[in-house]
Structures are given as C-alpha cells and as structure tokens.
C-alpha cells in the first residue's frame, strides 16, 4: 500500500522502486493532483465503484475487498492520495493481511497543518470521522469535498472550538483564513479541501471542556494563584458538593434549562476540585476516577455489554443490583445495608435502608401491613409526650418517622420528594393565611386556635383557586 502524497512529485523513491516491480498497481482514484505521478505506469483505477456506493461504509470495504482480491493471484501496489494512514480502505486491509506492507507518503493532515502553520501538536481526522474527533489543542479535518460534510466538519468544531474561532480553509493547496462558523459557506469544495483550527490562549478560548476546569483549579492553587482556593483541603470543601448537588436538584425541579446549565457546572467544578487535591496529594487524579468510573458502568451494565439479560427498567436495575453487590464484595444483606451512608438526609437514609433490607424478605406484606404498625408507633409516641420523658419521646418520634416511610416506600412514594413537596405547600398556604390576617388589620400572634382555622382554610381555598 502506497501513499502517494497530495502533490504529483511526493513519490517517494522507494515507493517507485515498489511500482516498478509490481505485477499490478491499482489507484483509488484518479481524481487528484497525486496521482499524477503513476503517468509512467500501467495502473487501473478504482474510480468506477465511488458511483456504485451509497455511502462511505460501503465504498471502503469494496475497496479493501477489490484490492485483496487482486492479491490472490499477484503482488498488488494499492495507491492511495496523501497517506495510508489516513486512508479507511487501508485500515480495513492491514486488518485482515498479515502480507500487507506499508509505504508512506505525505499525509493531507500534515501537508494542511504545514500551510495552516500549526504551532503545535494537532488531531488530524477525515471528515467522515469528523463527529469521533475530542477535545484537543488543534485539529486538522480534510476530504471535505462537499457543502454537507463541510457542514458537519463546522458543527463538531463549533462544539470544540466555537463558532467564531479562527481557522484555516485549504482548497488545492490555496489557503484562507475564516472563521469557524463560515467552513460551509465557501463556494466549492472538492477532495483537497480540508481545515486546521487551533485553539486561543487560555483565558482567550471560545470553548471550555473539563480538563480546563482541572487546569483553572491548578492555576488557582499554584503558589501565585487565589489565597482562598490554596487554601482548601476535601474536609473544607465536601459540604460544597452537597450544596451544588441541591441546588441542580432544584433548577431541575423548576425545569430552569438555564439554571440546570451552571448548576450542572458548579457541581463538576467541585468533582474537579476533589480530583485535583487528590492528584497534589499523590493519591489519584480525575483520569483515574473517570477510568473507575467507567470500568464500574460496564461491570454493571452486564446486559449491555456482558452474558445477562433485561427486557424492562426493572429486571435492568435488578442487574445492576446484583453486580454492584458482587463488586464491593458484600456477601449478606447487613453489609449492603450498612453501606447506605449515615450522613444522607435522614428520609432519604431511612427508605434506602428499609429498601435494602428488603430484599433480604424482611419487609411488610403490604402498604396497609405498615399503615397499621404506624398506628401502634403514633399511640405508643403518644404514651411517651403524656410521660414527660424526653428521651422516650425522641424514640418513639423517630419510630414514627421511620414507620411512615414504610408506609410511603410500600406505596410507591419518594419520601424525601414527599415530604420536600408538603414544607413547600405548608410555606405558601402560612404566607397566604399571614396576607389575610394582616389585610383584615389584625395581628396573627394575637388569633385564637379557631380563628387561625378559619384563616388557614380561606389561604387553601386561594391557593386551590389559582
């Protein structure tokens, strides 16, 4: 396999010295500058099955399978335009022939990032490939050789660089500057075309991933950096985690998109922060924590990427269940239970226990099984206020508590959810019933029980009505 470069005189010599000894030379195409310099030889071109194909999948394995097939009967040199490297039809040979030989030439990525003067390492990516490139410090797309794959080149590095960064457009080795958002808007396109873009200086770039929030932290810790972030350790900071985590929580139950945007991004500045003081202690770092990450994911996802099966949510649940217990090592039912952390919000804490339990068949037969141990539970906390004895009545309150999450787990209700949802409709019916009682110019720690209730109905009923 050949590559022939981007221009007619790339041929290399011992790639001519390959040609010159072959029994056939086939060429992909004959519709670039390259091959130009095959004019001394006998070669048949592969011109014919582009217009057979309907897509790129298709022509690349035709390709690979016309050339493998030439090669049963003699030594075959396949030239590709610009590098073999970059060439999918070649990869798709290399693996599945051990004879296979390789002669480069002059990558189109490279001979673009030379003209486009690339400071620095780049990804070079064919358009076609264009929507697997990542986050990277410069990029080099090529074969962009029409208005719709120019199109789809603009959309992955808009989300990568941003639409008005700076690029450099190439077309038949003549080059200009555009900005990104004007990749698809140039007046032809044909297989020279191809773009190189790289990023600004930091404080400069359109667009941020999460690798420069890990580069923001270590440049606020460095020694010149923020007196307040220098400062920080994991204990200072783990109540932040809580706290973004809610207020995302919130933005959601608000349905704020924008809300959800920056809180999304609070609560990842504070697994970055995490990462990064652990990388400074030695311990780990956030590679290692998303490589954890992920490994976990497919462990437990055993009906995606494993022997195990799930036709619905709940038998996958059950699945992962069962593997996330295999992979902590926990052998009874304590010990998965004794894992649900003790600094959870209570409710929460009290129903993940219960559900745990559970599973071992220590649980109540029904919603009203537990409705009725929760009467028992209100009597016997009664009991305790009559007695005056303080700590019998924190028992049997918290008692209570827990015999009603029963109740509401049983049911099928999230308690926390439950309960969050009741302090709110408590707060808006009190600031109802307060405006009432104070539009009638009377003073609401002055109102007897009764005429409290009077109040307290007309707010629900207000509320009721809007």
């Known amino acids: 396999m050949i590559g022939l470069g981007v221009k007619k005189d790339d041929l290399t010599l011992r790639a001519a010295a390959a040609l010159s000894g072959a029994g056939e030379i086939i060429a992909r195409t004959s519709e670039t500058e390259s091959f130009k310099a095959l004019s001394a030889f006998n070669v048949r071109t592969l011109d014919g099955l582009f217009k057979t194909c309907r897509n790129f999948d298709t022509l690349n394995k035709k390709l690979a399978a016309e050339v493998m097939n030439a090669a049963k009967t003699s030594d075959v040199c396949y030239c590709v335009d610009g590098a073999v490297c970059e060439d999918e039809a070649c990869k798709i040979i290399l693996s599945k022939s051990k004879d296979a030989e390789i002669i480069e030439g002059v990558a189109k990525s490279a001979y673009a990032a030379g003209l486009a003067n690339i400071k620095g390492q780049y990804t070079a990516v064919s358009a076609y490939n264009v929507h697997n490139l990542k986050s990277c410090a410069a990029a080099v797309a090529y074969d962009i050789d029409c208005e719709y794959v120019a199109g789809t080149v603009k959309e992955r590095l808009a989300k990568l660089f941003g639409d008005e960064a700076d690029c450099t457009f190439i077309r038949g080795g003549r080059v200009r500057k555009i900005k990104v958002y004007e990749i698809d808007r140039q007046k032809e396109y044909d297989c020279t075309c191809s773009v190189a873009v790289e990023e600004g200086e930091f404080l400069q770039k359109h667009r941020y991933d999460f690798a420069d929030i890990e580069k923001m932290l270590k440049i606020l810790r460095a020694p010149d950096g923020c007196p307040w972030d220098r400062v920080q350790t994991n204990e200072s900071i783990k109540g932040n985690v809580v706290e973004e985590a809610y207020e995302l929580a919130d933005a959601i139950e608000r349905g704020d998109d924008d809300g959800i945007e920056e809180e999304t991004g609070d609560v990842m500045l504070q697994a970055a922060f995490h990462g990064v003081l652990k990388e400074e202690q030695g311990v780990f770092d956030c590679s290692d924590a998303a490589t954890r990450l992920v490994k976990k994911l497919i462990f437990r996802h055993s009906h995606i990427f494993g022997k195990d099966k799930a036709g619905d949510s709940s038998e996958a649940l059950s699945v992962w269940e069962k593997n996330k217990k295999a992979e902590k090592g926990q052998d009874t039912f304590g010990e998965s239970v004794a894992a649900v952390p003790v600094n959870f919000p209570a409710c929460m804490r009290a129903q993940k226990v219960q559900k745990r339990a559970a599973k071992s068949g220590m649980d109540f037969a029904s919603a009203s099984a537990a409705a009725e141990r929760l009467k028992k539970e209100l009597d016997e906390l009664a ?5 005056g004895d303080k700590q019998d ?25 439950a309960l969050r949802a009741s302090a709110n409709k408590f707060t808006q ?18 109102l007897t029980e009764a005429e409290l209730d009077v109040y307290w109905e007309r707010a629900k009923n207000a509320l009721k009505e809007h």
């Open 393 to 417: 009545v924190l028992d049997e309150a918290g008692d209570v508590l827990f015999s009603a999450v029963n109740v509401c787990r049983l049911s099928g209700v999230d308690c926390e959810e």
């Open 383 to 387: 009991e305790a206020v009559a007695s």
């Open 429 to 446: 019916r009190f600031i109802a019933c307060e405006k009432l009682v104070i539009d009638d110019g009377k003073d609401i720690t002055g």
